[in-house]
């Protein structure tokens, strides 16, 4: 079988677990899957060892293959099962399937920043509303399975207090507190990062309205990448989870749908509403919306354009000012040609703090919602760009294609920016090995 290690308040296993389950659920997923609490015994004495990082969710294939990053597992996964694909055809459906990768670059790595800001806001000392004790219980249990119940919680509070630092989170912040400083998200940010998400929300709310899944009425992975940040920490965790539910119940449900647990009233794919004919005989019918197909002839509805109009708003300049850093700082005598990067990580790696630290050489000023400020540089977020590139440079193969999605592109501004990723990239080129990241050699060459 394949074997998940995960959390269940884990950012990204959401994705990659609930992708197996729709894959599951298809008969698509031979010989299956175990789901694998991902305990400190395993973080130190399997993960770490076997791709060269303890981050969650890894996957253990049947041929022995070990893979750490949802992106790669869901590539493995589909490439070896291709019955039930998440991703529409690019000779079919360019615009669908080009979308895919950017709203699943959008879902990951800038939707992080407010849904882990939610989570440690309300964990703080002294909020109004908190949901620090649930959180203490839901990280105490790999890092102390086998204890009880209130000793879980213990481990946990034990790791807030020491690797979050969790009591002097303004004055002194470590761990987590320091990653969302890394990250852009502080005291003067925070609130343009939580009216990001809003926004977001909102354009969500609105297209499933009329779209049970983000293409039509059978998930993608554009579906996937989003329940990673809307899951485990806006619709497990308490405080963000009211406002979930009581001001976006249709995303919501999509949230539960998508999940696929405990997803009756969510109408999940694969699900059947019935009717009763005239003899009595009950008459299935798909329970999501479009027959539970993909919108037909290559369709993006005006509600998604909304969405990918934040992605180029808010997302795109980080993304180009980033990668014009990246290609300074690999040009630069600080780095060797073909040498290590920082990792993928929510806090600055260790080896690295210096340089993504401050006004070190792997950090850039961006804005959020109109206010200015300074974030590290993520190599890892131009790794997910060169994937993108690697499915617009499909897309533009044919006529057809790149007629389809430069006409779609140009309806955005800056869209039509997009359509310069090789030369953008060209100096910045970033190679992956298990959980590490390094400059492509020679690549002035390339």
């Known amino acids: 079988m394949y074997r998940l290690f995960s959390w269940e308040h884990s950012y990204f296993s959401g994705k990659a677990r609930a992708y197996l389950r729709f894959k599951q659920r298809a008969g698509d997923l031979e010989p299956g899957y175990e789901d694998i609490l991902a305990t400190m015994d395993l973080l130190i004495g399997l993960l770490a060892p076997k791709s060269g990082t303890p981050a969650v969710p890894q996957m253990l294939a049947p041929d022995g293959t070990w893979i750490q990053d949802t992106s790669e597992i869901i590539d493995y996964c589909e490439a070896r099962h291709t019955k039930m694909p998440i991703v529409p055809d690019v000779a079919d459906a360019p615009r669908q399937h080009l979308l895919n990768y950017l709203i699943e670059l959008f879902a990951d790595e800038w939707m992080i920043v407010p849904a882990f800001w939610e989570r440690w806001y309300y964990s703080e000392d002294g909020r109004q509303f908190s949901h620090r004790k649930f959180n203490e219980q839901q990280w105490g249990a790999p890092a102390a399975a086998d204890q009880p119940g209130t000793a879980r919680r213990q481990a946990g509070a034990d790791l807030f207090e020491n690797a979050m630092g969790i009591s002097h989170s303004r004055e002194n912040p470590i761990g987590a507190y320091a990653g969302l400083a890394h990250l852009g998200c502080d005291t003067r940010t925070e609130k343009a990062w939580e009216a990001s998400q809003h926004r977001v929300l909102s354009t969500l709310e609105k297209h499933f309205d009329a779209h049970d899944y983000v293409f039509g009425g059978r998930p993608s992975l554009a579906d996937f990448a989003l329940l990673g940040p809307l899951y485990a920490h806006l619709f ?110 929510f806090i600055a790696t260790p080896d ?95």
């Open 236 to 345: 497990r965790d308490p405080v963000s989870g009211f406002e979930l539910r009581t001001e976006f119940p249709l995303t919501t449900e999509w949230v539960e749908r998508t999940n696929g647990e405990g997803a009756l009233n969510a109408r999940m794919w694969g699900q059947k509403l019935y009717a009763v004919g005239d003899d009595g005989t009950l008459i299935p019918r798909p329970a999501t919306s479009h027959g539970g197909e993909w919108l037909p002839d290559d369709q993006i509805p005006e509600t998604l354009t909304a969405l990918v109009e934040i992605f180029f708003d808010e997302m795109w300049p980080v993304l180009k000012s980033s990668a014009a850093t990246l290609t300074s700082y690999i040009a630069s005598d600080a780095h060797a040609d073909g040498g290590e990067l920082p990792g993928k990580s």
């Open 352 to 446: 690295f703090l210096e340089l993504q630290t401050g006004d070190g050489p792997l950090t850039h000023q961006f804005s959020i919602g109109g206010v200015r400020s300074r974030r590290m540089v993520i190599p890892y977020q131009i790794w997910m760009l060169q994937r993108l590139e690697d499915r617009l440079n499909a897309c533009l193969e044919t006529d057809q294609g790149k007629s389809s999605v430069t006409n779609y592109l140009s309806r955005m501004p800056s869209g039509s920016e997009l359509l310069g990723l090789n030369t953008m990239l060209s100096a910045c080129r970033v190679r992956k090995e298990g959980g590490l990241l390094y400059s492509q050699e020679n690549v002035s060459d390339a």
